[in-house]
């Protein structure tokens, strides 16, 4: 069983940055693909980005691919979520997930754990 804390949720102008933290219990961390999704208001949650337990893959959604870096220290259990350049349409509560293979997924179905979520509101 694996608990999840995301953090680092907030306000922050357009264009303006922020990084979301997201703590893992467990020692078998580093061993765990790790991802992050949004959901705005009424909307679907949608993937984000991932990063394998190695050093070498990650991918981003199209909406922030080369705005958001996805980084993991396995040392701290932590998994973080690294936005720049914001805009007004990443307003959603962001998730941090779990899977338990070593490799990324977007597919929600795929991740065994679940975060709480912590919000971000991108506005002037």
């Known amino acids: 069983q694996v608990q999840l804390v995301e953090s680092g949720g907030g306000l922050v102008q357009p264009g303006g940055s922020l990084r979301l933290s997201c703590a893992a219990s467990?020692?078998?961390?580093?061993?765990?693909?790790m991802g992050w999704f949004r959901q705005g208001p009424g909307k679907e949650r949608e993937f984000v980005a991932a990063?394998?337990?190695?050093?070498?893959?990650?991918y981003y959604a199209d909406s922030v691919k080369g705005r958001f870096t996805i980084s993991r220290d396995n040392a701290k259990n932590t998994v973080y979520l690294q936005m720049n350049s914001l805009k007004p349409e990443d307003t959603a509560v962001y998730y941090c997930?779990?899977?338990?293979?070593?490799?990324?997924?977007?597919?929600?179905?795929?991740?065994?754990?679940w975060g709480q979520g912590t919000p971000v509101t991108v506005s002037s």
């Open positions: 997930a779990a899977r338990r293979l070593n490799t990324i997924s977007l597919l929600r179905g795929f991740y065994d754990y």
């Open positions: 467990g020692r078998t961390f580093s061993s765990y693909a």
């Open positions: 990063i394998s337990s190695g050093y070498t893959t990650t």
